[in-house]
């Protein structure tokens, strides 16, 4: 398994597909932003923890299609899935790879990016730690929609509209944690919601994950 990861690490930093990709869309995002509703920093400081998240939210969409492609197409998902390793667990280190290369980096980037939008320094750190509790669940729901559509041509639309709706009460969680928490207010039950959003979908997922690749590999 740590052989896979490292694996999986090297192509993706040397593909510079999820990585690069991923941070340069949540940078752009955010940078224009304040051309689209205005430089006012009472506005920008509203709507910045929502903005942010779902710069996030669209930056791991972006490369969920290359976390089993690749694989699919030079064979080594076969090989994968008949190898004597449980493919759940396969799956949920696909899901790692992708959370280091394409979540990590916004989460290390998602302060800066909030001064830019006039964040409240205290959302800074509430920022990020909503993020780090709420992209490990984006990273294995993409990875079962990968498996879903890991057999048709260009199903990278139809695997967006198929995660979409389950990403949706990570967002909106993730975006009032940080609301609450740049205005003050008490956010420990968003939190809690948060985290077990987060750990029920790392303990459940890569089951229903190995499922339909099995499925979609006969």
């Given at each position: 398994?740590?052989?896979?990861l490292r ?174 928490g740049a205005?003050?207010?008490p956010a ?31």
């Open positions: 398994m740590i052989a896979l694996r999986d690490l090297a192509l993706a930093l040397r593909a510079g597909g999820g990585f690069g990709l991923g941070l340069a869309f949540f940078l752009i995002l955010t940078v224009l932003v304040p051309f689209g509703v205005g430089p006012e920093p009472q506005l920008l400081s509203r709507i910045a923890p929502g903005i942010l998240w779902l710069g996030a939210l669209l930056s791991c969409l972006l490369s969920l299609d290359r976390i089993l492609a690749l694989d699919r197409e030079d064979g080594t998902l076969d090989l994968l899935a008949t190898a004597p390793v449980p493919l759940e667990g396969v799956l949920a280190v696909k899901a790692l790879a992708h959370w280091i290369t394409t979540a990590l980096p916004l989460v290390v980037a998602a302060p800066l990016l909030g001064l830019l939008l006039s964040l409240p320094p205290p959302g800074h750190v509430w920022l990020v730690v909503s993020l780090l509790l709420g992209t490990p669940a984006l990273s294995v729901i993409g990875t079962f929609g990968a498996a879903l559509t890991v057999g048709i041509r260009r199903g990278g639309l139809l695997l967006s509209l198929l995660v979409l709706p389950l990403y949706v009460p990570t967002l909106i969680f993730g975006a009032e944690v940080a609301r609450r205005e003050g207010i420990a039950t968003p939190l809690a919601l948060l985290a077990g959003i987060s750990l029920g979908v790392v303990a459940l997922m890569p089951f229903a994950s190995a499922l339909v690749l099995r499925v979609n590999l006969r």
